[in-house]
C-alpha cells in the first residue's frame, strides 16, 4: 500500500476511533446527569423564591436550630433566580412540588472557575441519584463555559455533606485549623465564628 494511502487510512481509522470514544463520553455524561423517574429539571425564575425559603428552612432536620434556618435562607437571596438563573437548577415532581435545587455561577474574577453556592435535596429524595444528576449537569455547564475546576464551601458541622462532597471527587482544601475530626477547617470565613470548609475539584 502507498505511504500516503497508508497514513490516510490511519488518520480516517484515528478519528473514527477519536469520534467513538467521544461519542462513550458523552452517552455517559448524558446517564450521570440523567435525572430518576418523572422528574423535570429546569432554571429556577424569581416567583420560585418563596418556595425555595421554605425549603432552606425545613430539608436540613433542624440542623442549627432557628438559627441554622435562618442563616441558609439569607445566603439564597432573589439576586441568585435574578441574575444567576442560567448556571443554576430546579428539580420538580410532575405535581410542581420542588425536589431539589442547585445554585451555582461562573466566577467573575477567575476565569477557570466554577462555583456552587447552595445544593438542597429534598428528605424523602435523597440517596435516588438526584444530587449527583444536578452536580454533573452542573460540571457540563462549567465545561462548556471553557471552566477547569469548581469550588464550594460548608460548615465544619455538616458531617453528611463533606462526605458528600469528598464522594464526588472534592478535595479539601488546606485551612488555618484542623477540627477533631482531622477535617481542615477556615477560621470566621465568612464572618466571626462563621468557620467554613473550603472543597475544590478539578473537571
Not at 100 to 118: R, W
Request: proline letters at 6%; hydrophobic letters at 35%; a negative charge.
Amino acid at each position: 500500500m502507498d505511504k500516503a494511502v497508508a497514513k490516510e487510512v490511519d488518520t480516517e481509522m484515528d478519528m473514527e476511533m477519536d469520534a467513538e470514544v467521544a461519542g462513550e463520553i458523552e452517552a455517559e455524561v448524558e446517564k450521570e446527569q440523567a435525572l430518576p423517574g418523572d422528574l423535570i429539571l429546569r432554571h429556577p425564575t424569581p416567583s420560585d423564591h418563596p418556595r425555595l425559603q421554605l425549603a432552606l428552612a425545613d430539608w436540613w432536620g433542624g440542623l442549627g436550630g432557628d438559627a441554622g434556618a435562618l442563616q441558609r435562607q439569607l445566603l439564597v437571596p432573589r439576586l441568585f433566580l435574578q441574575h444567576f438563573a442560567d448556571t443554576s437548577y430546579l428539580v420538580e415532581r410532575p405535581d410542581r412540588t420542588l425536589h431539589a435545587f442547585l445554585i451555582g455561577f461562573l466566577s467573575q474574577t477567575d476565569p477557570e472557575t466554577a462555583y456552587i453556592h447552595f445544593v438542597g435535596v429534598c428528605p424523602d429524595g435523597k440517596r435516588g441519584g438526584v444530587g449527583s444528576a444536578l452536580y454533573h449537569r452542573f460540571f457540563a455547564t462549567a465545561r462548556a463555559a471553557g471552566r477547569t475546576r469548581i469550588r464550594c464551601i460548608t460548615s465544619p458541622n455538616n458531617r453528611d455533606s463533606i462526605a458528600y462532597h469528598t464522594r464526588m471527587g472534592f478535595r479539601l482544601e488546606p485551612g488555618d485549623r484542623t477540627d477533631e475530626h482531622g477535617v481542615p477547617v477556615h477560621r470566621d470565613y465568612d464572618g466571626p465564628g462563621l468557620d467554613r470548609v473550603s472543597f475544590v475539584r478539578d473537571l
